[in-house]
C-alpha cells in the first residue's frame, strides 16, 4: 500500500472509529487509561488529529506526531514524538529517557494522571511542532 493512501485512509473519522473500537478491545484498566488520555488530548488541543498507525497504534497529530498511546500487557504508554525538546517540569516523562528525540509515559494499573501537566505538555508538543512547520523553507 503506497504512503498517501495509508495515511488517508488512517486520518480523521475513521481513525477515531479504530481508536473508540480499539479502546473497547482492551476493556479493563489499559482501555479506561488510554480512553482517559485521549480525552486529554483532546481538551488539550481541541485541533489535533486522530491516526492510527503501525497497525493499530493511535497517534494525535498536528502540524506532525504530538503522541502515540501503545499499549501493552503491563503499561499504557504515551510516546512523544519530540519529548526530549519539552520541557517537563512535572516529570511525567518515565521512559525512552536515554534517545535524543522522543520521550514516553508509561502509565501502569492504579497509576494517577496529573491531567494538567500532562495538557500542558500536549500543548508544549503541538507549539513545538508549529515552530518547526513555519521554520521550514518554503517548496517552490
Not at 493499530?56 to 510516546?79: L, N, S
Not at 518515565?94 to 505538555?121: F, H, K, M, P
Request: charged share 35%; proline share 4%.
Amino acid at each position: 500500500m503506497n504512503a498517501k493512501r495509508t495515511a488517508a485512509k488512517e486520518a480523521g473519522p475513521s481513525a477515531s472509529k479504530e481508536i473508540d473500537a480499539k479502546i473497547r478491545a482492551l476493556g479493563g484498566w489499559r482501555g479506561e487509561t488510554l480512553d482517559r488520555l485521549r480525552a486529554i488530548i483532546r481538551e488539550a488541543d481541541p485541533g489535533v488529529v486522530e491516526t492510527v498507525k503501525w497497525g493499530d497504534v493511535p497517534v494525535w497529530e498536528r502540524d506532525g506526531t504530538i503522541c502515540t498511546g501503545e499499549t501493552y500487557k503491563a503499561v499504557v504508554k504515551m510516546t512523544f514524538a519530540r519529548g526530549a525538546s519539552l520541557d517537563d517540569p512535572a516529570g511525567l516523562f518515565n521512559s525512552s529517557l536515554d534517545g535524543n528525540v522522543r520521550r514516553a509515559i508509561d502509565l501502569r494499573e492504579g497509576d494517577e494522571i496529573n491531567e494538567a501537566a500532562l495538557a500542558d505538555l500536549i500543548r508544549a508538543a503541538a507549539r513545538l511542532n508549529a515552530s518547526l512547520k513555519a521554520a521550514k523553507p518554503k517548496k517552490r
